[in-house]
């Protein structure tokens, strides 16, 4: 990948097998030593039109930060989110990229206060919205934007970007769109239960549960 940047193609199906290795939890620390995540968003950054990097890169990103608070603190600090938020920002059509780049974030947010606070500081609250908003028929994007958006609650200052970005109607539309996707349930719940107990929100935005 660090050889043929240029190369598309080479970005992709590196991204891509990078993807399957970090899937096992043995291989993620592996990959990070050997400059896989600098290696990942170079590609990301050289390419930021195409859609099948911008996918495979952010799966990859989601995989390496999955169950491993190490490489979430790295992806941080060498401008993961960045590049995530800037993926979900150019492909806003494409429902392939907005799962993936949820995913991603949805894992980065795990267990890291510091992840949480920079994700919502940078703006992908209003991305992910987007996201859902664009892509109603899509499950996989509805479940892991539930999933991130839940994550975000867990801390207090970002309540007040969730509110003002309106997030409570569309997690209500995907409770509504999905009653027998556990998954998405669960997600949209725990939001709900974030916003009332964390940030004490008005519980009337909930009458309708």
Known sequence: ?????????????????????????NNRDVITEKKGIERILAAMKEHPNDTPTQQYACEVLGNLCYENAKNREMIRQQGGIDC?????????NDADVQHQS???????????????????????????????????????VQYQAC??????????ENGNVLEQKRSIPLIQAAMVNYPGQLEVQHQALLMYWNLLVIHDIDSNDTARL
Not at 14 to 25: M, T
Not at 147 to 156: Q, S
Request: hydrophobic share 45%; proline share 2%.
């Open 147 to 156: 999933g991130v958006l839940a994550n975000l609650a867990y801390e207090k």
């Open 1 to 25: 990948m660090n050889t043929h940047i240029k190369i598309v193609s080479v970005q992709q199906y590196g991204c891509a097998a990078l993807s399957n290795i970090a899937f096992f939890e």
């Open 102 to 140: 949820c995913a991603a974030l949805k894992n980065l947010a795990y267990e890291n206060a510091t992840n949480r606070k920079e994700i919502a500081k940078k703006g992908a609250v209003e991305f992910i919205l987007q996201a859902m908003s664009k892509h109603p028929g899509a499950y996989i």
């Open 84 to 92: 995530i938020i800037a993926a979900m920002r150019n492909h806003p």
